[in-house]
Nanobody, 122 residues
Framework: QVQLVESGGGLVQAGGSLRPSCAASGRTFSSRVMGWFRQAPGKEREFVAYITWSGGTTDYADSVKGRFTISRDNAKNTAYLQMNSLKPEDTAVYYC???????????????WGQGTQVTVSS
């Protein structure tokens, strides 16, 4: 079992940067695919990025490609989401999640954090 805790959200102006972190507990963290998702008010939860256990494969939603970078440090049991050139439409609660396979489908992720709020002002 993996327990996940996000931190590092906040309020930032458009064009700014944030780097949320996802700290995991549990011995199987390094074997899991880690994903980041987001959910804005009134909208469904959507895929943002994922990374394989080795960090060798990543993928991103089209809306964040070139601006966001996902990474992980298995020695620290932590995943990160570097967010640059933030836009007001990036405002959402950001969640990290763990899965056993590569997928953009939220339902395939069995472990979720509590979320961290990211607000981008114009």
């Amino acid at each position: 079992q993996v327990q996940l805790v996000e931190s590092g959200g906040g309020l930032v102006q458009a064009g700014g940067s944030l780097r949320p972190s996802c700290a995991a507990s549990g011995r199987t963290f390094s074997s899991r695919v880690m994903g980041w998702f987001r959910q804005a008010p009134g909208k469904e939860r959507e895929f943002v990025a994922y990374i394989t256990w080795s960090g060798g494969t990543t993928d991103y939603a089209d809306s964040v490609k070139g601006r966001f970078t996902i990474s992980r440090d298995n020695a620290k049991n932590t995943a990160y989401l570097q967010m640059n050139s933030l836009k007001p439409e990036d405002t959402a609660v950001y969640y990290c999640a763990a899965a056993f396979r590569l997928t953009v489908v939220p339902g395939a992720y069995g472990n979720w954090g509590q979320g961290t709020q990211v607000t981008v002002s114009s």
